[in-house]
C-alpha cells in the first residue's frame, strides 16, 4: 500500500479525525510563511504585544507590517488542501480544524468548524472595548494617514484579532483544542514544524490518547519519530490524490 492509499484508508474509517494545520498549507495559496525568507518576520522584527499596548511608535510599526500582510492575502485563494479538509469535514470524518494560520482560508473554503489557536486576521478590534471593524476599513485610515488607528468609541488601540508575541492565547479555543484532540481518531498534520508551542504539543497529546498520528511536512518536525504515516509531498497535490479515492 503507497502513501496516498493508506491516508485515503485511514481518513475513509476516521469519525473523529481532527486536521491541524500550519504556515505550509497556505504556502500553496501564495501567503509566505512569516518566518521564511521573504516572510514578514525576516523583514521586520515582530511587534510583542506589551510594546504594542505601551508605545506608539510600536502601534505604528505594527499597522506599516499589517498593510503588507493585508496585500498578501488581498488575492490568495483556498487551495486543494483547503478544500480537501472542508470536504472530508462535510463527509463526516474530521470534526474540526485546528489551526496555526490566522488567514481565513480554512473557511472560505468551506469548513464550519474551525478553531483559530493564533487568532484571525479577518478583523480589528479595539483591544479595550472590543468594537470591531474589517481590515480594509482601519486600512484605509493608516492609509490616509492614521498611522496608530485608535476606537472611535473608547479611545484604546486598534489590532488585528489575532495573537501577538507575549499575548495570551484564546482559553476557549485551546481548551476546546485540547478536548477534542484528546477525542481524536485520526490526527493529521499539515504543513507545521510543530515547533510552536503550545499549539504543537496538541498532535502529541492526541497521539498519547491513542490517535494515529498522520504528518505532511516538506521539512523533519520534532514529532516525526511517533507518526505512524510521514508524506513529505506538497499538501495540495496529496490531498487531491486523497481525495480521489475517498470520493470515489
Request: with cysteine; hydrophobic share 40%; aromatic share 4%.
Amino acid at each position: 500500500m503507497n502513501e496516498i492509499e493508506h491516508l485515503a484508508d485511514l481518513l475513509s474509517s476516521a469519525r473523529a479525525g481532527i486536521a491541524f494545520t500550519g504556515a505550509g498549507i497556505s504556502t500553496e495559496s501564495g501567503i509566505p510563511d512569516f518566518r521564511s525568507p521573504g516572510g514578514v518576520w525576516s523583514k521586520h522584527k515582530p511587534v510583542r504585544y506589551d510594546d504594542f499596548v505601551a508605545l506608539r511608535s510600536e502601534r505604528v510599526r505594527y499597522w506599516e507590517m499589517r498593510q503588507q500582510m493585508y496585500r498578501e492575502y488581498a488575492t490568495a485563494k483556498p487551495n486543494d488542501g483547503h478544500k480537501a479538509i472542508a470536504r472530508l469535514e462535510e463527509m463526516g470524518h474530521l470534526v474540526a480544524v485546528v489551526t496555526q494560520n490566522i488567514d481565513g482560508l480554512h473557511q472560505e473554503a468551506g469548513s464550519r468548524h474551525v478553531l483559530e489557536v493564533h487568532g484571525s486576521d479577518r478583523m480589528v478590534a479595539c483591544i479595550a472595548c472590543g468594537k470591531e471593524w474589517t481590515p480594509p476599513e482601519v486600512l484605509a485610515r493608516v492609509e490616509a494617514g492614521d498611522d496608530a488607528p485608535d476606537c472611535d468609541e473608547c479611545g484604546a488601540p486598534l489590532k488585528s484579532k489575532t495573537i501577538s508575541f507575549g499575548q495570551a492565547m484564546p482559553q476557549d479555543v485551546m481548551a476546546e483544542a485540547m478536548q477534542l484532540s484528546c477525542e481524536a481518531d485520526v490526527y493529521m498534520s499539515l504543513g507545521s514544524s510543530l515547533v510552536v508551542e503550545p499549539a504543537a504539543s496538541l498532535p502529541r497529546m492526541a497521539k498519547h490518547n491513542g490517535a494515529t498520528l498522520v504528518i505532511i511536512n516538506k521539512t523533519e518536525t520534532p514529532l516525526d519519530g511517533m507518526a505512524d504515516l510521514i508524506i513529505r509531498e506538497p499538501i495540495g497535490e496529496t490531498m487531491r490524490a486523497v481525495m480521489q479515492r475517498c470520493d470515489g
